[in-house]
């Protein structure tokens, strides 16, 4: 076996570390250049995604904001609602009364009766319709108007030559409604055209 040189061993260590070293520097060259554009291409696309999440995020709040405000709203309405219509069954069940007032005195009248009694039934009749109408109460007569049906029941239709055609001509029963809303409809009778028109 021959010897190897040192002398040698060492030249061709030394051949073999500049193509190493030459060869690791290109490929860090390139890649060294490709991390700085990356991350400039990176800096250039974090602000415009930073953007877009922060519009996100506002858009985000605007919309909570906007039904929480809702929500309220319709909490108050709710409430509003509930204040004015809670005596409606109530104050439904006390125009039976009203009624059966309005028929004492109408019977009473008729027939002669004692004045006293009269005022009495008409003093009652006045300060109960008051309580009512203090609570929102109001009544509904649509006598010689033109029938509503969304304030009135139609009982019959008569031949009236005096009336206009759709006119209210009789009152049976007046309606009633609490703070604008329809407690009981009147119930009337309707005018209708001569069957020889």
Do not use: W
Not at 119 to 148: A, C, N, R, S, W
Not at 172 to 177: A, C, D, H, L, V
Request: glycine letters at 6%; charged letters at 30%.
């Amino acid at each position: 076996m021959a010897e190897e040189n040192p002398k040698q061993s060492t030249e061709a260590e030394e051949r073999d570390i500049p193509e190493a070293v030459t060869e690791s520097t290109e490929a860090t060259g390139d890649g060294s250049e490709e991390p700085a554009e990356v991350a400039a291409h990176e800096s250039e696309a974090e602000p415009q995604d930073l953007e877009a999440e922060l519009a996100a995020a506002q858009d985000a709040a605007l919309r909570a904001q906007a039904d929480a405000m809702n929500v309220q709203r319709r909490s108050e309405q709710e409430i509003d609602k509930a204040r004015k219509f809670a005596l409606e069954r109530f104050c439904g069940d006390l125009l039976g009364v009203v009624d059966n007032l309005e028929r004492a005195m109408e019977s009473s009248s008729d027939a002669g009766g004692d004045t006293a009694l009269i005022e009495g039934i008409e003093l009652t009749h006045k300060g109960f319709m008051d309580v009512l109408t203090k609570y929102g109460v109001v009544p509904v007569d649509p006598m010689g108007e033109p029938y509503d049906p969304e304030t009135a029941q139609a009982m019959s239709l008569v031949e009236q030559p005096d009336a206009e055609p759709n006119t209210v001509v009789a009152v049976m029963q007046k309606g009633y409604t609490l703070n604008g809303r329809l407690l009981r409809p009147a119930m009337v009778m309707v005018s209708k055209a001569a069957s020889g028109q």
